[in-house]
């Protein structure tokens, strides 16, 4: 079992549309939660980030902690087709805080 | 420049080629990064350097050597590589200490092993 699952998609919405992406993870020591996002061919740009349990809020993108079913995730509200791209869930805890375990990305197409 | 640069963009080399990979942060880190980026995998983290010195060497293949000549500067230098070893080659770089989890990438370097 891999110890971040996340679905590859793609997922494909209409414009406008609420966009909820998702990880799980295994491991319980995990208690920092980022998202990534990366356009072709261009590298990861940390979009989201969160300690412990949660929400936090930043503009249309919404990251949600739930620690307790050991579940993340990433709510975009108002989507528009520039967020087309793929969005990297990663976490880490611990004493090695600075390594990142990354999902596999989930692959966005948000139509006009 | 800002942020994290890296070049080369794309290389492409023969299996008997030695090239080197070169990284530069402009955020003011102690601490840096290499990853591999293979298709449809998760990003591996290779190596991890703090204030200069390597703290992690993530069982990676010694055609891989890496250096860090200062907080801002780091390369992969690469001789002898094979095919699957091309993939997407990214920096990354944060604080050291209680801030090593939030790293900034570059847009990485793509890797074509003839």
């Known amino acids: 079992q891999k110890e971040v699952e996340q679905d590859p998609g793609p997922l494909s919405v209409p414009e406008g549309a609420i966009v909820s992406l998702n990880c799980t993870y295994s491991?319980?020591?995990?208690?920092?939660f980022m998202w990534y996002r990366q356009y072709s061919r261009k590298g990861p740009e940390l979009l989201m980030y969160?300690?412990?349990?949660g929400n936090k809020e930043d503009g249309r993108f919404t990251a949600q902690v739930d620690k307790s079913s050991k579940y993340i995730s990433l709510f975009i509200r108002d989507s528009q087709p520039s967020d087309s791209a793929t969005y990297l869930c990663a976490m880490s805890g611990g004493d090695s805080s600075y390594k990142l375990i990354f999902g596999s990305g989930t692959r966005l197409l948000v139509r006009p | 420049e800002t942020g994290v640069t890296q070049t080369p963009r794309h290389l492409v080399m023969g299996m008997t080629n030695k090239k080197s990979l070169k990284c530069e942060q402009h955020l003011g880190h102690n601490a840096m990064y290499w990853y591999k980026q293979s298709a449809k995998k998760p990003l591996e983290l290779m190596f991890v350097?703090?204030?200069?010195?390597?703290?992690e060497n993530n069982s990676v293949p010694s055609r891989f050597s890496p250096e860090c000549p200062n907080s801002s500067h780091l390369f992969l230098h690469l001789h002898t590589l094979q095919p699957e070893d091309s993939a997407l080659y990214l920096c990354?770089?944060?604080?050291?200490?209680?801030?090593?989890?939030?790293?900034?990438f570059g847009p990485g370097t793509r890797l074509l092993v003839l």
């Open positions: 491991n319980s020591a995990f208690q920092y």
């Open positions: 990354a770089s944060s604080h050291s200490g209680g801030d090593q989890e939030t790293q900034y």
């Open positions: 969160t300690y412990s349990s």
């Open positions: 350097y703090n204030f200069k010195e390597q703290t």
